[in-house]
Protein backbone atom coordinates (compact mmCIF):
# COMPACT_ATOMS: atom_id res chain seq x y z
CA UNK A 1 0.00 0.00 0.00
CA UNK A 2 1.12 3.76 -0.96
CA UNK A 3 2.85 5.66 1.76
CA UNK A 4 3.02 9.58 2.38
CA UNK A 5 6.05 10.66 2.52
CA UNK A 6 6.74 14.49 4.67
CA UNK A 7 6.52 17.31 1.21
CA UNK A 8 10.04 18.84 1.43
CA UNK A 9 10.53 22.64 2.85
CA UNK A 10 12.03 24.41 0.01
CA UNK A 11 11.23 23.09 -3.66
CA UNK A 12 12.76 20.91 -5.30
CA UNK A 13 13.69 20.11 -9.64
CA UNK A 14 13.23 16.15 -10.28
CA UNK A 15 13.38 15.26 -13.94
CA UNK A 16 12.11 11.53 -14.90
CA UNK A 17 14.22 10.58 -18.34
CA UNK A 18 12.64 8.20 -20.59
CA UNK A 19 14.15 6.15 -23.45
CA UNK A 20 12.20 6.12 -26.55
CA UNK A 21 11.60 2.66 -28.03
CA UNK A 22 14.53 1.65 -26.07
CA UNK A 23 15.30 -1.87 -27.23
CA UNK A 24 14.61 -0.81 -30.97
CA UNK A 25 17.06 2.21 -30.77
CA UNK A 26 19.90 -0.24 -29.16
CA UNK A 27 19.58 -2.72 -32.06
CA UNK A 28 19.73 0.04 -34.59
CA UNK A 29 22.76 1.60 -32.58
CA UNK A 30 24.18 -2.17 -33.72
CA UNK A 31 23.03 -2.10 -37.03
CA UNK A 32 22.57 1.63 -38.71
CA UNK A 33 21.23 0.44 -42.12
CA UNK A 34 18.22 0.06 -39.99
CA UNK A 35 17.86 3.81 -38.72
CA UNK A 36 15.10 5.51 -39.99
CA UNK A 37 12.90 1.89 -41.37
CA UNK A 38 10.28 0.72 -39.55
CA UNK A 39 11.31 -1.99 -36.81
CA UNK A 40 10.72 -3.98 -33.42
CA UNK A 41 12.35 -6.01 -31.47
CA UNK A 42 10.28 -9.30 -30.92
CA UNK A 43 10.49 -11.95 -28.05
CA UNK A 44 12.32 -15.57 -27.90
CA UNK A 45 9.28 -17.16 -28.51
CA UNK A 46 8.52 -17.22 -32.83
CA UNK A 47 4.79 -18.03 -32.22
CA UNK A 48 2.53 -16.68 -35.21
CA UNK A 49 6.10 -14.58 -35.63
CA UNK A 50 6.84 -13.44 -32.23
CA UNK A 51 5.24 -11.30 -29.75
CA UNK A 52 6.46 -7.28 -30.21
CA UNK A 53 7.90 -5.96 -27.05
CA UNK A 54 9.34 -2.86 -28.67
CA UNK A 55 8.62 -1.23 -31.14
CA UNK A 56 9.61 2.36 -33.33
CA UNK A 57 8.18 5.18 -34.24
CA UNK A 58 8.43 4.80 -37.56
CA UNK A 59 6.21 1.41 -37.15
CA UNK A 60 4.19 3.19 -35.08
CA UNK A 61 3.02 5.64 -37.56
CA UNK A 62 2.10 2.55 -39.60
CA UNK A 63 -0.18 1.45 -36.62
CA UNK A 64 2.33 -1.03 -35.42
CA UNK A 65 1.36 -1.44 -31.81
CA UNK A 66 3.50 -3.38 -28.94
CA UNK A 67 -0.14 -5.70 -28.44
CA UNK A 68 0.62 -7.10 -32.45
CA UNK A 69 2.26 -10.21 -33.17
CA UNK A 70 4.68 -10.34 -35.86
CA UNK A 71 2.41 -11.61 -37.91
CA UNK A 72 0.06 -8.84 -37.63
CA UNK A 73 2.64 -6.02 -37.37
CA UNK A 74 3.84 -7.57 -40.95
CA UNK A 75 0.14 -7.03 -42.40
CA UNK A 76 0.13 -3.81 -40.97
CA UNK A 77 3.43 -2.42 -41.84
CA UNK A 78 4.82 -5.04 -44.65
CA UNK A 79 8.09 -3.64 -44.49
CA UNK A 80 8.46 -3.66 -41.10
CA UNK A 81 12.18 -5.20 -39.55
CA UNK A 82 11.36 -7.83 -37.18
CA UNK A 83 14.59 -7.95 -35.00
CA UNK A 84 14.86 -11.04 -32.48
CA UNK A 85 15.57 -10.14 -28.72
CA UNK A 86 19.37 -11.76 -28.49
CA UNK A 87 19.41 -15.09 -26.53
CA UNK A 88 21.36 -17.19 -24.20
CA UNK A 89 20.52 -20.26 -22.30
CA UNK A 90 17.14 -20.70 -24.58
CA UNK A 91 15.85 -18.03 -23.43
CA UNK A 92 15.81 -14.05 -23.63
CA UNK A 93 19.22 -12.16 -22.62
CA UNK A 94 18.57 -8.60 -21.79
CA UNK A 95 22.11 -7.91 -21.22
CA UNK A 96 23.19 -5.56 -24.06
CA UNK A 97 19.80 -3.22 -23.29
CA UNK A 98 21.00 -3.45 -19.33
CA UNK A 99 24.53 -2.46 -20.55
CA UNK A 100 23.10 0.22 -22.90
CA UNK A 101 20.75 1.69 -20.22
CA UNK A 102 23.94 1.85 -17.83
CA UNK A 103 25.86 4.07 -20.53
CA UNK A 104 23.32 6.21 -20.23
CA UNK A 105 22.92 6.28 -16.42
CA UNK A 106 26.58 7.50 -16.39
CA UNK A 107 26.10 10.50 -18.81
CA UNK A 108 22.97 11.71 -16.54
CA UNK A 109 24.50 11.12 -13.17
CA UNK A 110 27.61 13.87 -14.10
CA UNK A 111 24.51 16.32 -13.37
CA UNK A 112 22.65 15.40 -10.08
CA UNK A 113 21.19 12.75 -7.42
CA UNK A 114 20.35 10.01 -10.12
CA UNK A 115 17.71 6.33 -9.63
CA UNK A 116 18.10 3.88 -12.00
CA UNK A 117 14.13 3.34 -12.04
CA UNK A 118 14.00 0.75 -14.34
CA UNK A 119 16.16 -0.65 -17.57
CA UNK A 120 15.20 2.79 -19.38
CA UNK A 121 14.25 5.13 -16.91
CA UNK A 122 15.80 7.41 -14.32
CA UNK A 123 15.12 9.85 -12.09
CA UNK A 124 16.93 12.82 -11.68
CA UNK A 125 17.01 15.54 -8.46
CA UNK A 126 18.82 18.64 -10.42
CA UNK A 127 17.47 20.88 -7.56
CA UNK A 128 21.20 21.99 -6.25
CA UNK A 129 22.60 22.27 -10.40
CA UNK A 130 19.05 24.71 -10.74
CA UNK A 131 19.48 26.59 -7.39
CA UNK A 132 23.05 27.39 -8.84
CA UNK A 133 21.83 28.80 -12.15
CA UNK A 134 19.30 30.63 -10.75
CA UNK A 135 21.44 32.23 -8.94
CA UNK A 136 24.24 32.61 -11.50
CA UNK A 137 22.59 33.05 -14.61
CA UNK A 138 19.14 32.74 -14.67
CA UNK A 139 17.19 32.52 -17.91
CA UNK A 140 16.27 36.13 -17.68
CA UNK A 141 19.29 37.57 -18.34
CA UNK A 142 20.30 34.68 -21.24
CA UNK A 143 21.32 35.88 -24.41
CA UNK A 144 19.87 33.15 -26.38
CA UNK A 145 17.76 30.08 -25.88
CA UNK A 146 18.98 26.85 -27.07
CA UNK A 147 16.52 25.19 -30.04
CA UNK A 148 16.29 22.25 -27.98
CA UNK A 149 14.98 23.84 -24.71
CA UNK A 150 12.50 25.92 -27.25
CA UNK A 151 10.68 22.54 -28.16
CA UNK A 152 9.64 22.20 -24.34
CA UNK A 153 5.89 21.63 -23.94
CA UNK A 154 4.78 24.19 -20.88
CA UNK A 155 1.89 21.93 -19.79
CA UNK A 156 -1.04 25.29 -19.50
CA UNK A 157 1.21 27.06 -21.10
CA UNK A 158 1.00 25.97 -25.00
CA UNK A 159 -2.38 26.97 -25.65
CA UNK A 160 -3.19 29.04 -28.51
CA UNK A 161 -2.25 29.83 -32.04
CA UNK A 162 0.46 31.75 -31.30
CA UNK A 163 4.30 31.06 -32.19
CA UNK A 164 4.92 27.84 -29.96
CA UNK A 165 8.68 28.70 -29.65
CA UNK A 166 7.90 32.21 -28.97
CA UNK A 167 5.20 31.58 -25.81
CA UNK A 168 8.06 28.89 -24.55
CA UNK A 169 10.77 31.65 -24.73
CA UNK A 170 8.45 34.14 -23.08
CA UNK A 171 7.48 31.85 -20.27
CA UNK A 172 11.12 30.18 -19.83
CA UNK A 173 12.47 33.91 -19.01
CA UNK A 174 9.56 35.65 -17.44
CA UNK A 175 10.95 38.24 -14.87
CA UNK A 176 7.91 38.06 -12.93
CA UNK A 177 7.83 34.17 -12.54
CA UNK A 178 7.78 32.99 -9.11
CA UNK A 179 10.46 31.33 -7.68
CA UNK A 180 9.13 27.71 -8.20
CA UNK A 181 8.53 28.33 -11.69
CA UNK A 182 12.10 30.18 -11.96
CA UNK A 183 13.32 26.81 -10.95
CA UNK A 184 11.32 24.79 -13.29
CA UNK A 185 12.74 26.86 -16.36
CA UNK A 186 16.38 25.98 -15.15
CA UNK A 187 15.61 22.63 -14.87
CA UNK A 188 13.78 22.98 -18.61
CA UNK A 189 17.13 24.29 -19.88
CA UNK A 190 19.16 21.83 -17.63
CA UNK A 191 17.55 18.77 -18.94
CA UNK A 192 17.68 19.68 -22.57
CA UNK A 193 21.40 19.86 -22.27
CA UNK A 194 21.49 16.40 -20.39
CA UNK A 195 19.61 15.18 -22.89
CA UNK A 196 21.84 16.60 -26.12
CA UNK A 197 24.86 14.97 -24.09
CA UNK A 198 23.28 11.67 -23.85
CA UNK A 199 22.39 11.99 -27.91
CA UNK A 200 26.23 12.67 -27.93
CA UNK A 201 27.54 10.00 -25.80
CA UNK A 202 25.31 7.06 -26.45
CA UNK A 203 23.35 8.18 -29.66
CA UNK A 204 20.13 7.01 -28.24
CA UNK A 205 17.12 9.93 -27.84
CA UNK A 206 15.46 10.00 -24.93
CA UNK A 207 12.03 12.59 -23.70
CA UNK A 208 12.04 13.96 -19.98
CA UNK A 209 9.62 14.97 -17.93
CA UNK A 210 10.25 18.21 -15.37
CA UNK A 211 8.31 19.49 -12.39
CA UNK A 212 8.86 19.31 -8.55
CA UNK A 213 8.65 15.99 -7.17
CA UNK A 214 8.86 12.27 -8.70
CA UNK A 215 5.22 11.88 -9.45
CA UNK A 216 4.49 14.77 -11.73
CA UNK A 217 7.81 14.14 -13.56
CA UNK A 218 6.96 10.60 -14.70
CA UNK A 219 3.32 11.42 -15.62
CA UNK A 220 4.76 14.30 -17.66
CA UNK A 221 7.72 12.45 -19.58
CA UNK A 222 5.19 9.99 -21.59
CA UNK A 223 3.28 13.04 -22.38
CA UNK A 224 5.20 14.05 -25.92
CA UNK A 225 7.34 11.51 -27.29
CA UNK A 226 9.99 10.79 -28.31
CA UNK A 227 12.76 13.17 -28.32
CA UNK A 228 10.81 15.93 -26.40
CA UNK A 229 10.21 17.45 -23.08
CA UNK A 230 7.19 18.48 -20.90
CA UNK A 231 7.49 20.78 -17.77
CA UNK A 232 4.87 20.76 -15.23
CA UNK A 233 4.72 24.58 -13.58
CA UNK A 234 2.56 24.26 -10.24
CA UNK A 235 -0.50 25.83 -11.67
CA UNK A 236 -1.05 23.63 -14.28
CA UNK A 237 -1.37 20.82 -11.66
CA UNK A 238 -5.43 20.61 -11.22
CA UNK A 239 -6.10 21.01 -14.90
CA UNK A 240 -3.68 18.08 -15.49
CA UNK A 241 -4.96 15.55 -12.48
CA UNK A 242 -8.61 16.86 -13.50
CA UNK A 243 -8.51 14.41 -16.38
CA UNK A 244 -6.29 11.61 -15.56
CA UNK A 245 -8.07 8.17 -15.14
CA UNK A 246 -6.62 7.00 -12.11
CA UNK A 247 -5.41 3.92 -13.58
CA UNK A 248 -2.74 5.79 -15.28
CA UNK A 249 -1.20 7.25 -11.88
CA UNK A 250 1.73 4.82 -10.56
CA UNK A 251 0.23 2.58 -7.66
CA UNK A 252 -3.34 3.16 -8.68
CA UNK A 253 -3.05 0.74 -11.91
CA UNK A 254 -4.32 -2.29 -9.31
CA UNK A 255 -6.75 -3.18 -6.77
CA UNK A 256 -6.67 0.65 -5.01
CA UNK A 257 -7.10 2.17 -8.33
CA UNK A 258 -10.18 0.25 -8.79
CA UNK A 259 -11.49 0.26 -5.25
CA UNK A 260 -11.73 3.96 -5.89
CA UNK A 261 -13.89 4.02 -9.21
CA UNK A 262 -16.20 1.20 -7.77
CA UNK A 263 -16.60 2.18 -3.99
CA UNK A 264 -15.98 6.05 -4.02
CA UNK A 265 -16.66 6.93 -8.02
CA UNK A 266 -13.60 8.65 -8.43
CA UNK A 267 -12.63 7.88 -12.56
CA UNK A 268 -9.72 10.85 -12.79
CA UNK A 269 -6.89 11.86 -10.15
CA UNK A 270 -8.99 15.57 -9.86
CA UNK A 271 -11.91 13.64 -8.79
CA UNK A 272 -10.34 12.64 -5.08
CA UNK A 273 -10.47 16.37 -4.19
CA UNK A 274 -14.20 16.39 -2.99
CA UNK A 275 -12.89 13.97 -0.27
CA UNK A 276 -11.67 15.07 2.92
CA UNK A 277 -7.98 13.50 4.22
CA UNK A 278 -10.24 12.40 6.63
CA UNK A 279 -12.56 10.19 4.60
CA UNK A 280 -10.17 9.08 2.68
CA UNK A 281 -8.32 7.92 6.01
CA UNK A 282 -11.34 5.90 7.12
CA UNK A 283 -11.70 4.00 3.61
CA UNK A 284 -7.89 2.97 3.17
CA UNK A 285 -5.97 3.74 6.09
CA UNK A 286 -4.06 6.54 7.83
CA UNK A 287 -1.08 6.03 5.62
CA UNK A 288 -3.18 5.37 1.97
CA UNK A 289 -6.10 7.96 2.72
CA UNK A 290 -3.31 10.53 3.40
CA UNK A 291 -0.84 9.58 0.16
CA UNK A 292 -4.21 9.84 -1.93
CA UNK A 293 -5.14 12.99 -0.59
CA UNK A 294 -1.92 14.21 -1.21
CA UNK A 295 -1.71 12.52 -4.76
CA UNK A 296 -5.47 14.98 -5.61
CA UNK A 297 -3.03 17.99 -5.09
CA UNK A 298 -0.28 16.35 -7.11
CA UNK A 299 1.95 16.33 -4.06
CA UNK A 300 4.48 13.93 -3.04
CA UNK A 301 7.33 14.02 -1.20
CA UNK A 302 8.87 10.81 -2.28
CA UNK A 303 12.61 11.45 -2.64
CA UNK A 304 15.03 10.26 -5.62
CA UNK A 305 17.60 7.48 -4.12
CA UNK A 306 20.73 8.40 -4.95
CA UNK A 307 20.80 4.74 -6.39
CA UNK A 308 22.26 3.71 -9.79
CA UNK A 309 22.11 0.15 -9.98
CA UNK A 310 19.69 -1.58 -9.67
CA UNK A 311 18.09 -2.59 -6.83
CA UNK A 312 17.60 -6.09 -7.32
CA UNK A 313 18.80 -8.84 -10.16
CA UNK A 314 16.13 -10.85 -11.69
CA UNK A 315 15.34 -13.40 -14.31
CA UNK A 316 11.91 -15.39 -15.54
CA UNK A 317 11.12 -17.16 -18.17
CA UNK A 318 6.96 -17.59 -18.80
CA UNK A 319 5.33 -20.89 -20.00
CA UNK A 320 2.56 -20.06 -22.12
CA UNK A 321 0.09 -21.96 -23.18
CA UNK A 322 0.68 -25.50 -24.36
CA UNK A 323 4.48 -24.88 -23.03
CA UNK A 324 3.59 -24.86 -19.49
CA UNK A 325 5.86 -26.95 -17.28
CA UNK A 326 4.04 -30.18 -15.92
CA UNK A 327 7.11 -32.31 -14.12
CA UNK A 328 9.40 -31.49 -11.48
CA UNK A 329 12.05 -32.37 -13.82
CA UNK A 330 11.43 -29.64 -16.06
CA UNK A 331 10.92 -27.10 -13.54
CA UNK A 332 14.17 -28.11 -11.92
CA UNK A 333 15.83 -27.81 -15.72
CA UNK A 334 14.79 -24.16 -15.91
CA UNK A 335 15.86 -22.90 -12.48
CA UNK A 336 18.86 -24.65 -13.55
CA UNK A 337 19.43 -22.45 -16.58
CA UNK A 338 17.75 -19.46 -14.61
CA UNK A 339 20.38 -20.00 -11.70
CA UNK A 340 23.13 -19.69 -13.98
CA UNK A 341 22.18 -16.92 -15.51
CA UNK A 342 21.39 -15.15 -11.82
CA UNK A 343 24.85 -16.64 -10.86
CA UNK A 344 26.58 -14.46 -13.84
CA UNK A 345 24.54 -11.52 -12.99
CA UNK A 346 25.49 -11.47 -9.41
CA UNK A 347 28.82 -12.43 -9.72
CA UNK A 348 29.57 -9.81 -11.92
CA UNK A 349 28.04 -7.31 -9.88
CA UNK A 350 30.09 -8.17 -6.80
CA UNK A 351 33.17 -7.86 -9.14
CA UNK A 352 32.13 -4.49 -11.18
CA UNK A 353 30.10 -3.02 -8.06
CA UNK A 354 31.27 -4.63 -5.08
CA UNK A 355 28.08 -5.11 -4.14
CA UNK A 356 26.58 -8.34 -2.13
CA UNK A 357 23.37 -10.10 -2.86
CA UNK A 358 21.72 -11.59 0.43
CA UNK A 359 18.47 -13.01 -0.41
CA UNK A 360 17.42 -15.68 -2.95
CA UNK A 361 13.52 -14.93 -3.78
CA UNK A 362 11.20 -17.55 -6.37
CA UNK A 363 8.39 -16.53 -7.84
CA UNK A 364 6.45 -18.61 -10.20
CA UNK A 365 2.41 -18.37 -11.52
CA UNK A 366 0.48 -21.43 -11.45
CA UNK A 367 -2.84 -23.37 -12.32
CA UNK A 368 -4.41 -26.09 -10.84
CA UNK A 369 -5.37 -28.61 -13.79
CA UNK A 370 -8.69 -29.77 -11.84
CA UNK A 371 -9.42 -26.53 -10.24
CA UNK A 372 -9.82 -23.79 -12.99
CA UNK A 373 -11.89 -21.44 -10.67
CA UNK A 374 -9.18 -21.29 -7.76
CA UNK A 375 -7.49 -17.76 -7.05
CA UNK A 376 -4.73 -19.15 -5.29
CA UNK A 377 -1.45 -17.25 -6.31
CA UNK A 378 1.50 -19.70 -6.03
CA UNK A 379 3.58 -18.27 -3.06
CA UNK A 380 6.75 -16.66 -3.05
CA UNK A 381 9.88 -17.78 -1.14
CA UNK A 382 12.92 -16.79 -0.24
CA UNK A 383 16.29 -17.81 1.74
CA UNK A 384 19.76 -16.35 2.05
CA UNK A 385 21.59 -16.02 -1.13
CA UNK A 386 24.68 -18.42 -1.50
CA UNK A 387 26.84 -17.88 -4.22
CA UNK A 388 27.42 -20.39 -7.18
CA UNK A 389 25.18 -21.26 -9.69
CA UNK A 390 25.10 -25.10 -7.81
CA UNK A 391 23.97 -23.89 -4.69
CA UNK A 392 21.62 -21.39 -6.32
CA UNK A 393 20.34 -23.91 -8.17
CA UNK A 394 19.88 -26.38 -5.25
CA UNK A 395 18.35 -23.72 -2.91
CA UNK A 396 15.57 -22.24 -5.71
CA UNK A 397 15.01 -26.03 -6.06
CA UNK A 398 13.66 -26.61 -2.92
CA UNK A 399 12.28 -23.16 -2.25
CA UNK A 400 10.42 -24.80 -5.90
CA UNK A 401 9.30 -27.70 -3.41
CA UNK A 402 8.19 -25.85 -0.46
CA UNK A 403 6.34 -23.37 -2.24
CA UNK A 404 4.58 -25.89 -4.25
CA UNK A 405 3.39 -28.24 -1.26
CA UNK A 406 2.01 -25.49 -0.13
CA UNK A 407 -0.10 -24.04 -3.53
CA UNK A 408 -0.98 -27.74 -3.21
CA UNK A 409 -2.44 -28.46 -0.17
CA UNK A 410 0.45 -30.82 0.87
CA UNK A 411 2.20 -30.13 4.20
CA UNK A 412 4.80 -33.21 4.57
CA UNK A 413 7.96 -34.33 2.94
CA UNK A 414 6.00 -36.88 0.79
CA UNK A 415 8.19 -35.72 -2.81
CA UNK A 416 5.71 -38.40 -4.92
CA UNK A 417 2.78 -36.76 -3.59
CA UNK A 418 3.54 -33.26 -4.90
CA UNK A 419 5.55 -34.58 -8.07
CA UNK A 420 3.75 -37.25 -8.76
CA UNK A 421 0.29 -35.78 -9.08
CA UNK A 422 0.79 -34.21 -11.93
CA UNK A 423 -2.20 -31.99 -11.50
CA UNK A 424 -0.45 -28.51 -11.78
CA UNK A 425 1.33 -26.24 -14.33
CA UNK A 426 3.91 -23.98 -14.31
CA UNK A 427 3.21 -20.79 -16.72
CA UNK A 428 6.10 -17.95 -15.11
CA UNK A 429 8.98 -19.06 -13.67
CA UNK A 430 11.87 -16.34 -12.10
CA UNK A 431 14.34 -16.30 -9.38
CA UNK A 432 16.03 -12.90 -8.22
CA UNK A 433 18.86 -11.99 -5.96
CA UNK A 434 17.33 -8.87 -3.72
CA UNK A 435 18.61 -6.95 -1.02
CA UNK A 436 21.72 -6.26 -2.09
CA UNK A 437 24.24 -4.31 -0.27
CA UNK A 438 27.35 -2.13 -1.06
CA UNK A 439 30.47 -3.32 0.31
CA UNK A 440 32.22 0.31 2.05
CA UNK A 441 35.58 -0.69 0.68
CA UNK A 442 34.96 -2.73 -2.38
CA UNK A 443 36.37 -6.02 -3.41
CA UNK A 444 39.50 -5.11 -2.31
CA UNK A 445 38.85 -5.18 1.45
CA UNK A 446 35.89 -7.91 1.40
CA UNK A 447 38.83 -9.57 0.08
CA UNK A 448 41.25 -8.35 2.75
CA UNK A 449 38.44 -9.40 5.59
CA UNK A 450 38.16 -12.51 4.13
CA UNK A 451 41.55 -13.36 3.96
CA UNK A 452 41.87 -12.75 7.58
CA UNK A 453 39.58 -15.73 8.31
CA UNK A 454 40.70 -17.73 5.40
CA UNK A 455 43.62 -18.86 3.42
CA UNK A 456 44.69 -15.93 1.10
CA UNK A 457 43.57 -16.75 -2.69
CA UNK A 458 44.95 -15.45 -5.70
CA UNK A 459 42.34 -15.08 -8.13
CA UNK A 460 38.81 -13.36 -7.65
CA UNK A 461 36.91 -16.34 -8.02
CA UNK A 462 38.77 -17.84 -4.96
CA UNK A 463 37.84 -14.34 -3.57
CA UNK A 464 33.97 -14.86 -4.44
CA UNK A 465 33.97 -18.66 -2.74
CA UNK A 466 35.34 -17.28 0.27
CA UNK A 467 32.99 -15.16 0.39
CA UNK A 468 30.29 -17.49 -0.02
CA UNK A 469 31.90 -20.01 2.52
CA UNK A 470 31.97 -17.02 4.72
CA UNK A 471 28.39 -16.37 4.45
CA UNK A 472 27.34 -19.74 4.78
CA UNK A 473 29.08 -21.67 7.51
CA UNK A 474 26.31 -20.46 9.78
CA UNK A 475 23.42 -20.57 7.16
CA UNK A 476 21.13 -23.76 6.48
CA UNK A 477 21.59 -24.65 3.19
CA UNK A 478 18.27 -23.30 2.91
CA UNK A 479 15.96 -21.66 5.44
CA UNK A 480 11.99 -22.24 3.94
CA UNK A 481 9.01 -20.01 4.68
CA UNK A 482 5.55 -20.89 5.81
CA UNK A 483 5.60 -24.51 5.64
CA UNK A 484 3.76 -25.05 8.73
CA UNK A 485 7.01 -26.72 10.97
CA UNK A 486 6.26 -27.59 14.60
CA UNK A 487 7.35 -24.69 17.37
CA UNK A 488 10.56 -26.00 18.29
CA UNK A 489 11.90 -25.44 14.48
CA UNK A 490 10.48 -22.06 14.50
CA UNK A 491 13.21 -21.35 17.69
CA UNK A 492 15.95 -22.70 15.75
CA UNK A 493 15.02 -21.19 12.22
CA UNK A 494 14.60 -17.60 14.20
CA UNK A 495 17.93 -18.24 15.72
CA UNK A 496 19.39 -19.08 12.50
CA UNK A 497 18.26 -16.18 11.04
CA UNK A 498 19.93 -13.90 13.70
CA UNK A 499 23.04 -15.59 13.53
CA UNK A 500 23.18 -14.95 9.79
CA UNK A 501 21.98 -11.41 10.42
CA UNK A 502 24.63 -11.14 12.32
CA UNK A 503 26.96 -12.06 10.88
CA UNK A 504 26.57 -10.38 7.63
CA UNK A 505 26.26 -7.32 9.69
CA UNK A 506 29.52 -7.72 11.13
CA UNK A 507 31.37 -8.38 7.63
CA UNK A 508 29.78 -5.21 6.39
CA UNK A 509 31.16 -3.21 9.75
CA UNK A 510 34.79 -4.62 9.42
CA UNK A 511 35.27 -4.57 5.92
CA UNK A 512 34.40 -0.34 6.04
N1 LIG B 1 9.73 -4.07 -22.64
C1 LIG B 1 9.54 -5.46 -22.62
N2 LIG B 1 8.29 -5.97 -22.42
C2 LIG B 1 7.24 -5.16 -22.25
C3 LIG B 1 7.42 -3.76 -22.21
C4 LIG B 1 8.69 -3.24 -22.43
O1 LIG B 1 10.50 -6.20 -22.77
N3 LIG B 1 6.03 -5.68 -22.07
C5 LIG B 1 11.08 -3.53 -22.88
C6 LIG B 1 11.22 -3.07 -24.32
C7 LIG B 1 11.20 -1.59 -24.27
C8 LIG B 1 11.74 -1.30 -22.88
O2 LIG B 1 11.35 -2.40 -22.07
O3 LIG B 1 11.99 -0.99 -25.28
C9 LIG B 1 11.21 -0.02 -22.29
O4 LIG B 1 9.79 -0.10 -22.24
P1 LIG B 1 8.88 1.18 -22.37
O5 LIG B 1 7.54 0.82 -21.83
O6 LIG B 1 9.57 2.36 -21.79
O7 LIG B 1 8.67 1.40 -23.94
P2 LIG B 1 9.68 1.83 -25.06
O8 LIG B 1 10.93 2.45 -24.52
O9 LIG B 1 9.89 0.69 -26.01
O10 LIG B 1 8.84 2.92 -25.86
P3 LIG B 1 8.41 4.38 -25.41
O11 LIG B 1 9.15 5.31 -26.32
O12 LIG B 1 6.93 4.41 -25.65
O13 LIG B 1 8.76 4.58 -23.96
Redesign the pocket.
Known amino acids: MPVAHPEPQDARVIAHI ?8 VEQRKQPELRGKPAA ?1 I ?1 YNSWKGGAL ?3 G ?1 EARAFGVK ?1 SMRGDEAKKVCPDIQLIQ ?1 PVARDK ?1 D ?1 TL ?1 RDAGSEVVAVLARKGRCERA ?4 VYLDITDVATSMLLENPPEVLESVDEEVLKSHILGVNKDDRDQKQMVKEWLCRNDADNHDKLLACGAIIVAKLRKEVLTVTEFTC ?1 AGIAHNKMLAKLAS ?1 MH ?2 AQQTVVPSASINELLASLPVKKMKQLGGKLGASLESDLGVHNVGDLLQFSEEKLQNHYGVNTGTWLWNVARGMSGEEVKGRILPKSQGCGKTFPGPRALRTIESVEHWLGALCEELSDRVESDLKQNKRVAQTLTLHARAYKVDDSESQKKFPSKSCPLRYGSAKLHEDARKLFESALREYMGIYGTDKQAVAGGNNWRIIGLSVAATNILATPQGVTSITKFFSTSNPPSSSSLECDRNIQESISFSTPSVIIQDVRPPRWIWITRWIWIKNWDNQVHQMRRLSI
Open positions: DMDCFYVQVQIAVYRVSLYSIDESGKP
